[in-house]
């Protein structure tokens, strides 16, 4: 065991002496989360779901506050003139509203566009304009009801909005899960690929690199077995591994509001698996492979079909249905899906036991691969 961590420290230690190291493992990774998670994020923001509305209250009387009040209650950013920078539409109530509403006659309010304005949010505006007329009159028929026809007064209409709704909706997805968007997609997919594509290229380079210069012999004159050579070496590809696992980690967490905290545990292990299975393969591929330009393109051919392959680039749910089972071939693939199902659709390590279950039985293989093949 003193071998394996000897190895394993040593090769981490020259690897982060180099400064191209750092950039390969935080700095260009971060740039591709950063900015595919803007790209596929997803469409909804604070301005569609509640929009900015100007308000003219030209109403002297109680039923104007009371009905701009509403509109608030509705959904609408109510601003005055003074405030109203960001207004795409405005809202004009007439003088005599409340009078001509106490008097039984109709009355009607102005919906108008701001010079300058765009159009995006105008039929939004004028759907929750038209919920809050209707629940204005709502709210004048129930005062009637329960008043026995008294004239209404501000505080009798103000309690009336307070009380809660006795009918309400609850939506929800109907057997279909949330599909992944914006940093949410981006975080791990991103480091799902470059951990392996790293983990293959830094491990078969490192491998073909010590056999070419000698320095495998000269280990293996010393009392050190090719078990302990392995694990020294895999050993040493996961201590960077959890480096970029854990700042990425606090990045996810603190700057892109990413919630990792609630299932950190899960997505460890999971990525923690995963560099494993990675590590591995890099090995197996440092073992075959003498050149180590070839260890490095060999690395790339496999590395990106498989990140494209596994969703990492893209939602696995809005490919075909033949590349969604093809993903399940795929290290990356599973990956993805145990670290959604944490990330993502809110399940638990329980959820997400098959997938790491399967990417222990793709570690298996590729160890056992790996020892089999390497030489020194």
């Known amino acids: 065991m003193r071998h394996v961590l000897l190895i394993g420290h040593h090769d981490a230690r020259l690897f982060l002496r180099e400064r191209t190291s750092y950039i390969w493992l935080f700095l260009v990774p971060l740039v591709f989360v950063y900015f595919m998670g803007l790209a596929v994020r997803g ?174 012999r000269r280990l293996a004159v010393n009392p050190v077995t090719r078990g302990e050579l392995v694990f020294g070496k895999l050993y040493g590809l996961v201590l960077l591994a959890g480096a970029q696992i854990i700042f990425f980690m606090a990045v996810g967490q603190y700057l892109l509001g990413v919630n990792v905290r609630e299932n950190l545990f899960g997505i460890v292990l999971i990525l923690l698996v ?21 260890v490095v393109g060999v690395g790339l051919l496999v590395a990106l079909p498989m990140a494209a392959l596994g969703g990492c680039w893209w939602p696995i749910e809005i490919v075909p249905r033949f590349l969604q089972y093809a993903a399940l071939a795929t290290p990356t693939g599973w990956a993805l899906s145990g670290l959604h199902q944490l990330i993502t659709f809110g399940g638990g390590l329980a959820q997400a036991g098959t997938a790491i279950g399967v990417l222990a039985a793709f570690g298996v293989t590729a160890n056992v691969a790996a020892m089999r093949f390497f030489r020194v």
């Open 43 to 216: 469409p909804s923001g604070p301005s569609v779901a509640r929009p900015t509305v100007l308000i003219d209250n030209r109403d002297g009387g109680f039923l104007g506050r009371v009905f701009v009040r509403e509109l608030g209650e509705q959904g609408l950013n109510v601003v005055a003139p003074q405030d109203a920078g960001s207004a795409e539409r405005g809202i004009t109530v007439p003088v005599d509203f409340t009078q001509r509403v106490l008097e039984k006659k109709q009355v009607k309010v102005l919906f108008f566009k701001i010079e300058g304005s765009d159009n995006p949010e105008a039929a939004l505006v004028e759907v929750r304009l038209m919920r809050a007329l209707v629940a204005i009159n709502g709210h004048l028929v129930e005062h009637a009801v329960k008043s026995q026809g008294a004239e209404p007064t501000e505080d009798a209409l103000v309690a009336l909005l307070q009380e809660p709704n006795p009918v309400s909706l609850q939506s929800s997805f109907a057997g279909r899960k949330p599909r992944p968007v914006g940093f949410g997609l981006s975080l791990p997919g991103n480091l799902v690929m470059y951990l392996f594509l790293n983990l293959l290229m830094f491990g078969g380079a490192s491998v073909a690199n010590e056999r070419r210069t000698g320095v495998l």
């Open 274 to 294: 995963f560099s494993w299975v990675a590590a591995s393969l890099g090995v197996l591929i440092g073992s075959l492979i003498k050149a180590e330009e070839k």
